[in-house]
């Protein structure tokens, strides 16, 4: 859970002196250790270093040390990183959220002591911070601008019911979904998402002719906000839809190289290099798994075109497809209904 937090001015130099000490320390004892021949990395702990934190800190940095070395040792990260966003860590035993405000311990006049920030929590949030175990905080400073992140543990039951979900995803509609018992919805408006990346796309290609990066930058990713909005609201759609029907498996396509591999026309190729198809599945698995629901990835291929009644392959005249065997349906919907009894597809989608 992520939520911004409000420093006082003197609560932010405490802040500030707290992240700069943790990434210093991070990096110099990365530094440190790789410089030694023999040494045991787990006998290390916040005795082995000097820093102007408070010890439950410390552990976070010996914690985060070990994280990194390991990583590098299996070959996660070709070479070490180094840390450089402002950032600081708690345990959850080092801290407590009460009502608007969060505290936790700092160093002051080279003591540890408690301070209490004030935090703009949402009702939504403050119940999960009630109902759910607290995991470690996690304070870091972006654009001027302090956010706390708590991870919180839920305890989620499997939904066991039988029923199963076809999800196809898409430009002109964002999300068509089929129960098996052929319940259809069509969610999201994929000609307002074209119309607003057409909108931000000629603001920023008329502010590139101007040479006015300063007015660029303030947009801040403007147009990527909006769409991830969009995705939260199609994706939680779609959840919700799952849940009302009794749904215990959702079906999704792999949609690994779609870029290469789908057709469209010139007026949609910008959208389709720009569409993150991956984003919107990602979203709908965690919140699905979030309400017990299991996520499948399905092989894509030919569900658009294969006839759910006699099995033939047709070609769809733009949104309608038509069989010979008289079936007649729309397009992304014949899409849906056959993810369903598509093929498990062995791993995750790469990104799309």
Excluded at 93 to 114: L, T, W
Excluded at 256 to 270: D, F, M, V
Aim: include cysteine.
């Amino acid at each position: 859970m992520q939520f911004k937090i409000k420093p006082t001015k003197e609560q932010e130099i405490l802040l500030k002196n707290t992240v700069n000490s943790y990434i210093s320390s991070v990096n110099n004892l990365i530094d440190y250790i790789c410089g030694q021949v023999d040494i045991n990395i787990k006998k290390l702990s916040s005795a082995s270093f000097k820093a102007a934190l408070p010890s439950t800190v410390k552990n976070e940095v010996v914690n985060a040390v070990k994280s990194i070395l390991k990583k590098y040792s299996k070959g996660v990260c070709q070479s070490l990183p180094i840390l450089k966003k402002p950032v600081a860590t708690w345990n959850n035993q080092n801290y407590h959220v009460n009502d608007d405000f969060i505290e936790f311990p700092v160093i002051i006049n080279g003591k540890s002591k408690r301070i209490s920030v004030e935090a703009v929590i949402t009702d939504f949030q403050t119940k999960k911070l009630n109902n759910y175990k607290h995991g470690t905080l996690r304070i870091t400073q972006k654009n001027g601008k302090w956010t706390a992140q708590i991870a919180v543990q839920e305890c989620i039951q499997e939904n066991k019911s039988a029923g199963t979900m076809g999800v196809d995803l898409g430009l002109k509609i964002p999300a068509v979904v089929v129960t098996d018992s052929g319940k259809t919805k069509f969610i999201g408006n994929g000609r307002q998402n074209k119309y607003i990346k057409r909108k931000h796309r000629a603001r920023r290609k008329a502010l590139g002719k101007a040479k006015k990066q300063k007015v660029i930058n303030k947009l801040n990713n403007k147009e990527q906000r909006w769409m991830k909005d969009q995705d939260h609201k199609s994706s939680r759609q779609v959840v919700n839809f799952a849940i009302e029907n009794n749904v215990g498996i959702i079906k999704l396509e792999k949609l690994s190289n779609i870029r290469q591999t789908a057709r469209t026309s010139r007026k949609n190729e910008k959208n389709l290099h720009t569409w993150s198809f991956y984003r919107l599945a990602e979203y709908i698995e965690y919140k699905a798994k979030s309400a017990g629901i299991r996520v499948e990835y399905v092989e894509p291929r030919y569900t658009s075109q294969i006839c759910p009644c006699c099995g033939e392959r047709n070609h769809a005249k733009d949104r309608s497809y038509v069989c010979k065997c008289g079936y007649k349906s729309h397009r992304d919907r014949v899409g849906a209904i056959n993810i369903i009894s598509a093929p498990v597809a062995s791993g995750k989608s790469l990104s799309a």
